[in-house]
Nanobody, 123 residues
């Protein structure tokens, strides 16, 4: 049984940092893992995704240069290090896993989702 549990969200001032973590129980090392975010009234958008071997699949333009995604297959963890945060990064952040080893940008290609962790960035 696959279960994803996010942690690390919270409130921070602009320019600050947060590190989101996701414990992906039941996810095998050959699954693509990703982070998505969503604000009320908008579609869920991909932030970053990572192949099973640790190669980065995708980074949203808004996250490039500020966010880093990493995974630890031995611990079934995926992390999102967020630096230089901006108010527009405020959202609910979700961890997701695909049954496939191929990473896509479309949320519909991911099969398992966590409950989300909220990030608030104040100006």
């Amino acid at each position: 049984q696959v279960q994803l549990v996010e942690s690390g969200g919270g409130s921070v001032q602009a320019g600050g940092s947060l590190r989101l973590s996701c414990l992906a129980s039941g996810v095998i090392s050959s699954n693509c893992l990703g982070w998505f975010r969503q604000v009320p009234g908008k579609d869920r958008e991909a932030v970053a995704s990572i192949y099973p071997d640790g190669v980065i699949s995708y980074f949203a333009d808004s996250a490039k240069g500020r966010f880093t995604i990493s995974r630890d297959n031995d611990k079934s963890m995926v992390h999102l290090q967020m630096d230089s945060l901006k108010p527009e990064d405020t959202a609910m952040y979700y961890c997701a896993a695909a049954q496939s080893s191929v990473c896509f940008r479309d949320p519909s290609e991911f099969d398992y989702w966590g409950q989300g962790t909220h990030v608030t960035v104040s100006s």
